[in-house]
């Protein structure tokens, strides 16, 4: 939506008694080109990501969960004190969908 205003005003005046008035911008035709789905290959490697995490998850030993270890982190959580080192998780996750 464009804004038109009185030209008269210098930059950073506000008018007075005049009302700013808007207008609808004017639609652009644009040529139709060959459509390409590239949503579709990205949620395939999503999906496929998902499936391979579920996978991996399913593997896992119930007993593997450490309930003492969760409750802390989610204490630190509530207390607003939980950090995380956005490096590291970023490099452990490139190293888990890399294999």
């Known amino acids: 939506m464009a804004i038109s205003s009185n030209p008269a005003l210098k930059p950073g005046q506000m008018p007075s008694t005049q009302r700013m008035?808007?207008?609808?911008?004017q639609k652009k035709?644009?040529?139709?080109?060959?459509?390409?789905a590239p949503t579709d290959a990205a949620d395939d490697v999503t999906q496929q990501g998902l499936q391979t995490a579920q996978q991996s998850l399913n593997a896992e030993p119930t007993d593997a969960?450490?309930?003492?270890?969760?409750?802390?982190?989610?204490?630190?959580?509530?207390?607003?004190?939980?950090?995380?080192?956005?490096?590291?998780?970023?490099d452990s996750m490139l190293s888990f969908f890399q294999k």
């Open 21 to 25: 008035t808007m207008t609808q911008p």
């Open 29 to 36: 035709t644009v040529p139709a080109k060959e459509s390409v």
């Open 65 to 90: 969960v450490d309930a003492d270890r969760v409750a802390a982190m989610q204490a630190l959580i509530a207390a607003g004190e939980f950090t995380v080192d956005t490096d590291a998780l970023a």
